[in-house]
């Protein structure tokens, strides 16, 4: 699927882990403000905010906590308010990563869709391309740089297939389980807006909360950021930018940081 998990998100674009890299040795301050200035982020406003949400915020303010609207990647003069942003946007509201894809195709990549990857192609510690299979037959690719994203889950899957020397590789799994507290009223609904207007950034690594009129009715829904702990790759030409390079779960919306991620490694790469 053209533009990923970002088709399916809930155009909720924040800063997070920005700390944690640089701890590590990684500045994305220069790649953050580059994705902030591409992606139209706004904050959520009255616009879009259905009255329940904004009971509840005010309640939470007047108690103390420190409650901001959500910044959001959606065009909220295009936002019909249907509360599907998980279902793909119908109306063309919300950003996605098929902004950055037709770029690309603009400047000659070439997608290929229907085919799945199953293994990189290695020579004495070397990439050189991929192998996998479409809805026709199989296929291979080569390449001077590999680089892979198919997430938390796709990415180690690839590696293992690819015999990869790293003991890291395919352990470490986590998952950030949400606990969700659902309340019921009189002419609320969760078509009502898009969801998540509302978070609390003070607490966000212990307890902090997303304020949402989303509930799945036939059952709980648990949210999962998959990721792979501690991942370093040694061989040549084989890079790996997506969720599965983050050493914990940083319990926020991960977009931001994914393209900045992916800003400075394609500088690094080029």
């Not at 894809?101 to 991929?130: C, F, H, M, T």
Request: aromatic share 8%.
């Amino acid at each position: 699927m053209g533009g990923g998990s970002t088709v399916v998100a809930t155009g909720n674009i924040v800063r997070c882990y920005e700390k944690e890299f640089k701890e590590m040795g990684i500045d994305l301050s220069q790649e953050f403000k580059e994705a902030e200035n591409e992606i139209p982020i706004r904050l959520s406003t009255k616009e879009i905010q259905a009255s329940g949400s904004r009971a509840i915020y005010e309640a939470a303010l007047s108690l103390g906590y420190q409650m901001e609207a959500m910044p959001k990647a959606i065009d909220q003069q295009k936002c019909i308010k249907c509360g599907l942003c998980i279902n793909g946007c119908k109306q063309g509201a919300k950003w996605t990563a098929k902004n950055y894809l037709n770029q690309a195709v603009k400047q000659g990549a070439v997608v290929r869709y229907d085919s799945r990857v199953e293994e990189v192609l290695i020579d004495q510690g070397q990439a050189y391309g991929v192998r996998g299979v479409n809805a026709e037959d199989e296929f291979e690719y080569e390449a001077d740089k590999v680089i892979l994203a198919a997430g938390g889950l796709g990415t180690p899957v690839i590696l293992q297939n690819s015999k990869i020397n790293n003991t890291d590789v395919g352990k470490n799994l986590f998952i950030d389980i949400f606990v969700n507290v659902y309340g019921i009223t009189d002419d609320v609904n969760q078509l009502s807006e898009p969801p998540m207007e509302f978070v609390d950034l003070e607490f966000h690594d212990q307890e902090g909360f997303l304020l949402s009129p989303f509930i799945n009715r036939q059952k709980m829904i648990r949210f999962i950021e998959a990721g792979l702990k501690g991942m370093r790759l040694k061989d040549k030409n084989l890079y790996v930018c997506d969720a599965s390079v983050f050493p914990s779960s940083p319990g926020m919306p991960p977009i931001l940081t994914i393209v900045a991620l992916a800003k400075k490694l394609a500088k690094d790469a080029a």
